[in-house]
């Protein structure tokens, strides 16, 4: 069986003798039907033929560059050491956002949204100017593990005072066998939480500029790297994403549902974290090699082993920003035992959205690792940051798409038949009294989320590109086709098999 790199050997090479035999019959004699030909001296027609044939032949290549990259792993990978580099850099948004096509689409709903009425923010700082620094806070971080080093047994301070008519007696002072480490200390807990938004903080100024630096550089001076154009659809006979999964959880966008599909799919090896992770945690974030979520922010990631830490990948799902708002406000409000009820429930959503840090912009906030402690309200860099680490995710799901976006993740990470009616529930925090006049108050202090859920709709149309139009369709209807119903009666939720 004759291999596609000889045939096209064979095509090619009989191209190049034909292409020399006319070349030599024509100036051996001179004319064709008649007409004086030199094919020495420039010709356009002949020029447009060559551009043709171009890009014939880059057509076939390309469509057979999936299956020969494959076959041959020392093919030379856009200048990239291996196939998995070459992908991992495709896959991220980061890298084409600013010359694909999706840049001049709006995606978002159009009637609700008008995006002319945002600018996105430039980004002017080029390092980080958090404070602490995170030299100033590893020097804190020392004297603590030098207060508990240097004491072998530590004393307790509980005094037990009995009264008297006329003194106090104070009890003996106990001495513990048991060595108190620095691990439960809670100031050293602040400090490394401290430390997380420091790093986040000073990898992005970093990395953003790095990445913009490089572009001008490559350009100014001519340099042949360019972004990998790969043929479509990827080959998805495996996941195209590595775990661990890192998973952000934005408040009602439906990340529970999400761990329940994973933790049925891998079994092991997952975990739900609804916090930033302190540093007794840390053990049993490293042992979830497979899928970790949670309503902790960026930079979970440094926590990991070293090697996870080269194969990570983050993911999150996005909501209409204004649906989530006014879900979030509701949630709490109806939900006595949140940290935030009271809140909800003494005001109105038009005050609550003015009083709460929650109904500005916590998408943002999220995406980006800064927490209201750092900052009540992002500020313009805050969002750079956001966009910047949302671009860098190789998957974003919708919520208002969620289907659709189980459908991808069997290409993404190889989660199978999950149930839908899993997320089709009838919630209990129905909206009441929310006036046009409400929503464009919501929408005018959640401006940054706006923009970020435009990116993530961007970013889902191509995550379906890349996995190929016909691979999603079928995968979607194998997904409802497999999902039993739901009904709602009398306020019960019911299940129909089909």
């Known amino acids: 069986m004759i291999k596609i790199k000889d045939l096209r050997f064979i095509i090619l090479s009989t191209i190049i003798l034909t292409g020399f035999t006319t070349f030599y019959f024509i100036n051996f004699y001179g004319d064709i039907n008649g007409k004086k030909i030199d094919l020495l001296k420039p010709n356009n027609?002949?020029?447009?033929?060559?551009?043709?044939?171009?890009?014939?032949?880059?057509?076939?290549?390309?469509k057979n560059e999936t299956?020969?990259?494959?076959?041959?792993?020392?093919?030379?990978y856009y200048q990239f050491n291996d196939k998995e580099s070459m992908i991992n850099y495709f896959l991220t948004?980061?890298?084409?956002?600013?010359?694909?096509?999706?840049?001049?689409?709006?995606?978002?709903?159009?009637?609700?949204?008008?995006?002319?009425?945002?600018?996105?923010?430039?980004?002017?700082?080029?390092?980080?100017?958090?404070?602490?620094?995170?030299?100033?806070?590893?020097?804190?971080?020392?004297?603590?593990k030098k207060k508990y080093d240097n004491s072998e047994m530590v004393e307790s301070k509980t005094n037990l005072t009995f009264s008297t008519t006329s003194r106090s007696i104070r009890a003996p002072i106990k001495k513990t066998n048991k060595k108190i480490t620095f691990e439960n200390d809670g100031n050293y807990h602040n400090l490394q939480l401290k430390k997380f938004r420091a790093r986040v903080w000073s990898d992005f100024y970093?990395?953003?500029?790095?990445?913009?630096?490089?572009?001008?550089?490559?350009?100014?001076?001519?340099?042949?790297f360019r972004s990998p154009r790969l043929c479509l659809p990827l080959d998805?006979?495996?996941?195209?994403?590595?775990?661990?999964?890192?998973?952000?959880?934005?408040?009602?966008?439906?990340?529970?549902?999400?761990?329940?599909?994973?933790?049925?799919?891998?079994?092991?090896?997952?975990?739900?974290?609804?916090?930033?992770?302190?540093?007794?945690?840390?053990?049993?974030?490293q042992d979830s090699k497979n899928f970790i979520i949670g309503h902790f922010e960026m930079g979970i990631h440094l926590i990991l082993n070293e090697k996870e830490q080269k194969t990570y990948n983050y993911m999150t799902m996005l909501r209409d920003p204004v649906d989530r708002v006014i879900s979030n406000y509701f949630y709490h409000k109806h939900s006595p035992g949140d940290p935030q009820h009271i809140l909800a429930r003494d005001n109105t959503i038009e005050d609550w959205i003015i009083k709460s840090p929650r109904g500005n912009n916590?998408?943002?906030?999220?995406?980006?690792?800064?927490?209201?402690?750092?900052?009540?309200?992002?500020?313009?860099?805050?969002?750079?940051?956001?966009?910047?680490?949302?671009?860098?995710?190789?998957?974003?799901?919708?919520?208002?798409?969620?289907?659709?976006?189980?459908?991808?993740?069997?290409?993404?990470?190889g989660l199978?038949?999950?149930?839908?009616?899993?997320?089709?529930?009838?919630?209990?925090?129905?909206?009441?009294?929310?006036?046009?006049?409400?929503?464009?108050?919501?929408?005018?202090?959640?401006?940054?989320?706006?923009l970020l859920y435009e990116e993530a709709l961007k970013m889902f149309e191509r995550q379906i590109n890349i996995v190929g139009r016909d691979n999603f369709e079928k995968q979607l209807k194998?997904?409802?086709?497999?999902?039993?119903?739901?009904?709602?009666?009398?306020?019960k939720i019911k299940k129909i098999k089909k």
């Not at 027609?45 to 390309?62: D, P, R, T, W």
């Not at 439906?254 to 992770?277: C, D, R, V």
């Not at 976006?405 to 990470?413: E, H, I």
Request: net charge positive.
């Open 67 to 76: 299956d020969e990259i494959n076959k041959d792993e020392s093919k030379f």
């Open 416 to 450: 199978d038949n999950p149930n839908v009616a899993d997320k089709l529930k009838f919630s209990k925090f129905r909206p009441s009294g929310i006036t046009a006049a409400i929503i464009e108050k919501i929408k005018k202090r959640n401006w940054m989320d706006i």
């Open 45 to 62: 027609k002949l020029g447009i033929v060559e551009k043709e044939i171009n890009k014939k032949v880059i057509f076939e290549i390309c």
């Open 93 to 144: 948004y980061q890298n084409y956002y600013y010359i694909e096509e999706y840049k001049d689409k709006q995606f978002v709903n159009s009637t609700k949204y008008n995006l002319s009425e945002y600018k996105y923010p430039v980004l002017t700082k080029f390092q980080s100017n958090f404070t602490p620094t995170i030299q100033e806070i590893d020097y804190e971080i020392d004297l603590i």
């Open 206 to 224: 970093l990395n953003y500029w790095k990445d913009k630096y490089f572009l001008l550089f490559t350009l100014e001076n001519g340099l042949s």
């Open 362 to 413: 916590e998408i943002t906030r999220v995406l980006s690792g800064i927490t209201i402690k750092e900052e009540p309200l992002p500020t313009n860099d805050t969002f750079n940051m956001a966009l910047y680490h949302l671009r860098s995710m190789k998957f974003v799901g919708i919520t208002e798409k969620y289907s659709e976006s189980l459908a991808l993740l069997k290409f993404y990470t």
């Open 236 to 285: 998805t006979s495996k996941p195209l994403l590595t775990t661990p999964y890192l998973f952000l959880h934005i408040p009602k966008c439906g990340g529970t549902t999400m761990y329940s599909h994973f933790s049925k799919h891998f079994k092991i090896g997952t975990l739900q974290q609804w916090a930033h992770p302190n540093p007794t945690e840390y053990k049993k974030v």
């Open 478 to 491: 194998k997904i409802i086709d497999n999902s039993p119903k739901i009904v709602k009666n009398n306020n």
